[in-house]
């Protein structure tokens, strides 16, 4: 900025304030922003004298910047007043411009024989490589969006071969990033709300964006074999029906067993493939899923799917397994209840009475369906073991999800269709339990009449079918009601009737048709409305929670605060009538 002093106060009455001030870059453009092209219009606004000295400056100035050959910056100024007195010429020597603005010449600087800085008001844009510019493909490598990358597998290291073998061009090889710690379980149960654990609290954030859809990867959650526990296990009930005495009146063929079976052998494949890339990709998502208290459970849902179609296999397939595929099959599941059990009774934040929830039955439902598949394999060590360990966990567990404890929330409308894992456990065990001992004992029967007193309890409430948003949940309807109808096939075969047959195709009815349904539903809205899978919020929790600043003395806790407003009303209403009684009294 230059000052200078005004000599007169009419010198400031014939000055005009500038427009804003612009930057103009020139190279050695003729006629363009040169100090002699103005000399006639200046001379208009000065006497002669100043005007030949002027002259004599310009002149001077003129050969100067002949020899520049660098771009020269020109910056508005305010108004120059028209000054006596010493300075006036050498300031004068400076500009270039019409009346109102004054230009500066980084070459032609008076008080300094060195240039002056390349300045500019507005940034300059970034030059790109000649590379980007012949292929502006590339350009997009510099938008990418990195927020997922703390859920990619080895920083993407596989992704990137991947798009060397498609015949993509490379991209830079990041720096690895760090170590991931697991997220203890505790913090699952601060930054998350609801039965489900799905709901992120409000005093929460998460590490991925709200405002965009994520990778569908990420948005596959483990409770999708759902589906394949639903539709297996439909091929199971149609093998029975073709195959049971009290039911050859319905001429049934074998050819729906064997469809059902190559669709939900289809659906398992499908899925088992998308969730393996899940965990090629995103391991952390998985991982997340695995320690979450309420998402473990699912884990069993793939293996009980193999189960079904184990047993529910054509016998134009296979007449008869390896029994070593039950061992194979049973590894895993042992080794996920020594896990989850374990940690129900050592207590802690895993203990059952903390994350007791309805889907806690799929660990049950996988020790009974797995004795099943044992016994009608001919084994009998094992099955027994397994309907042991799974008779023991399912009297604690019924136990305290049916008394509901006061730490345990209330299921919402969107979980009521969980509330049918209540018949499943009984319905297969009643099953299994007739294989093992080679008859639909007393025992067989008292587990098959629980499955059905729930079974009907369930049923006659209507408002557990409605007022709420379709969702994945909903197959959790589907392989409960299959179940209970395969056992009352079972149980027409030794109480053979009237009512005991139409029982059992009633509700092998309702138990296709909400399979159907449910099934063109989820294919609707995964493909043509494609709100199937949304965000899954619950596997995006920072590790810490969010830092905000206590607004009064003592614990940010939510319980803290509402005892302190408790206490702060009780304390103002006791005040208010203290003073109302004494105004009383001196009245």
Known sequence: MIRTTCSTKEDFAVQVTPPISKTITCHKMKRFDSILEDVDLIHHQLDPTRCRSLNAVATGTKAAAEKQTDTSVSISMPPTPSAKGVGFNDIFSQTSTPRGTTTLNKRIWPYSQTSMPRVSVFPESPKLPSTQLRNPRNNTNKLKDTR?????????????????????????????????????????????????????????????????????????????????????????????????????????????????????????????FIYALK???????????????????????????????????????AQNLHTSLWYILMTPIF?????????????????????????????????????????????????????????????????????????????????????????????????????????????????YFIALFLYFSLAVRINFFRGFKFSLAWWAYTFPMTGAAIATIRYSLVVTNLLTKCLAIILCGLSTLTVTALLVTTIIHAFFLGDLFPNDIAIAINKRPKITQKWYLGSSDSKNIDQYLKYVDSFQAKVTESSLTYQNSSS
């Open 335 to 447: 080794c996920l209840e020594v896990k989850l059990y374990g940690q129900w009774m050592s207590g802690g934040q895993r203990r059952l009475s903390k994350v007791a929830n309805p889907s806690n039955h799929l660990s049950i439902v996988g020790n009974f369906v797995g004795a099943l598949l044992g016994a009608s394999m001919g084994l009998t060590e094992g099955p027994i073991f397994f309907f042991a360990v799974g008779l023991a966990h399912y009297i604690v567990m019924f136990v305290t999800l049916y008394q509901r404890l006061p730490t345990n929330d209330t299921l919402p409308k969107e979980l009521h269709p969980v509330f049918f894992l209540f018949v499943a456990a009984p319905s297969v065990a009643s099953i299994a339990w007739a294989t093992i001992q080679g008859s639909f004992d007393q025992g067989s029967r008292i587990a």
């Open 279 to 317: 965990i090629i990709f995103y391991f952390e998502a998985v991982r997340r899923e695995y320690y979450h208290p309420v998402r473990v459970n699912f884990f069993f849902a793939p293996w009980i799917s193999l189960l079904f179609l184990a047993l529910g296999v054509p016998t134009s397939i």
């Open 148 to 272: 997922f990358d703390s859920f990619k597998t080895w920083s993407g290291r596989l992704e990137r071969q991947l798009s060397v073998l498609r015949g993509k061009e490379q991209e830079p090889i990041s720096p690895p990033r760090p170590y991931i710690e697991t997220i203890p379980v505790n913090r699952y149960f601060d930054a998350l709300e609801g039965p489900e654990l799905d709901s992120l609290k409000v005093s929460e954030e998460i590490i991925l964006p709200e405002d965009r859809k994520w990778p569908f990867l990420l948005r596959f959650p483990i409770s999708s074999f759902g589906i394949c526990l639903g539709v297996s296990s439909q091929a199971i009930m149609w093998k029975k029906l073709a195959t049971s005495a009290s039911t050859k009146f319905l001429h049934i063929s074998l050819k729906a067993n064997l469809g059902l079976w190559c669709i939900s052998a289809a659906l398992m494949v499908i899925i088992s």
